[in-house]
């Protein structure tokens, strides 16, 4: 039970990874209007930029860790796993005929 509620926190796909960027990026519009009208002038407009600025950092941090996670798998499932293999770690010599 618990390990199907820790997979709704995983991002599997791309569809999940835009719409998380999106919901961050509400938040952080929202919060950097905040700063507008808190801090009037050049201070509020570079810290609405900052706010904005970070949901395009964490959002190339998401998509680049999904390129990642799919190609480990898929060099996963190429090689044989080393469990299969003898103690030594290597595969056993062929004999050439």
């Known amino acids: 039970m618990l390990r199907k509620l820790g997979r709704l926190f995983i991002i ?14 509400l938040g952080a519009v929202e919060r950097g209007s905040v700063y ?3 801090f009037p002038g050049w201070g509020g407009r570079l810290l609405f930029l900052a ?5 395009f950092m964490a959002g190339a941090k998401i ?10 798998r898929l060099a996963r499932i190429d090689t044989p796993a080393l ?11 062929r004999e050439v005929a």
């Open 12 to 25: 599997k796909t791309n569809w999940e990874a835009y719409m998380i960027i999106y919901a961050l990026a």
């Open 51 to 55: 706010c904005t600025g970070a949901v």
């Open 63 to 72: 998509l680049d860790c999904l390129k990642f996670e799919k190609a480990a």
């Open 36 to 38: 507008l009208t808190r």
């Open 83 to 93: 469990s299969s293999l003898p103690e030594g770690g290597q595969a056993p010599a």
